[in-house]
């Protein structure tokens, strides 16, 4: 099915463990976007990707790293995790940057303990 | 303050009723996205209107920006319905895309 697909679905970590959350769109879209959500919080933006072969940050990305691999994939990585990063991570993708309708992916619970 | 404040926070309504759920912003804003979190986490996108209404189905979506508000309307409410319902902005001239904290809305049979 055409849409955007994340792995994994839920991980358990250690602090200071290192782990690559996987995100990949099939529907040829331009910008690509890592969100996590927070209880009682809206979602805020880590990391987005205009266009391919551009990364830049959002409101949260200290802890994380982007890599833009191609047009379909956006990875996100946390390089020595913190408890402070236990979140459910969605990654979106859409047409052009913004102002266009979002797809989501279904999310990844992360615990980092 | 957040930039986009949504009430209620928690509703929950019988089936068939119908519901109104409202966000309002206090920035300038060339857009707005209304968007449906299942209890399962998944996000769907429903609207994106930036005047007027937006009608799909049940659902109904209006925007004021004069008054910077917007509704989400659902006629004869379902428990298939039952979710959280998140209103996020694009800020004019910012391209940036800011979410309010979202309503939890409960259709019981």
């Known amino acids: 099915n055409a849409g955007v697909t994340q792995t994994p679905k839920f991980q358990v970590l250690k602090t200071g463990q290192s782990m690559t959350l996987q995100c990949a769109q099939d529907?040829?879209?331009?910008?690509m976007y890592w969100y996590r959500q927070d209880p009682g919080m809206g979602l805020r933006l880590i990391y987005y990707?205009?266009?391919?072969?551009?990364?830049d940050k959002g409101e949260v990305p200290n802890g994380y790293n982007v890599s833009r691999l191609n047009k379909r994939e956006f990875s996100l990585r946390l390089e020595s995790a913190a408890p402070s990063q236990t979140s459910v991570y969605f990654c979106?993708?859409?047409?052009?940057?913004?102002?266009?309708?979002?797809?989501f992916g279904s999310g990844t619970r992360l615990t980092v303990v | 303050k957040n930039e986009v404040e949504q009430s209620p926070q928690n509703l929950t309504a019988q089936e068939g009723e119908f519901i109104t759920i409202n966000c309002s912003y206090s920035?300038?804003?060339?857009?707005l996205h209304w968007l449906q979190q299942h209890p399962g986490g998944g996000i769907v996108s429903l609207f994106m209107?930036?005047?007027g209404k937006k009608k799909h189905g049940r659902l109904i979506a209006t925007i004021n920006i004069q008054e910077k508000h917007s509704s989400l309307h659902i006629t004869a409410s379902h428990p298939r319905d039952s979710a959280v319902y998140i209103c996020?902005?694009?800020?004019?001239?910012?391209?940036?895309?800011?979410f309010g904290q979202g309503t939890r809305l409960t259709i019981n049979p």
């Open positions: 209107l930036s005047s």
């Open positions: 920035v300038g804003i060339s857009a």
């Open positions: 996020a902005v694009i800020l004019q001239g910012a391209q940036k895309l800011v």
């Open positions: 990707s205009a266009s391919e072969g551009t990364t």
């Open positions: 529907m040829n879209h331009n910008s």
């Open positions: 979106a993708s859409s047409i052009e940057f913004v102002n266009y309708g979002y797809t």
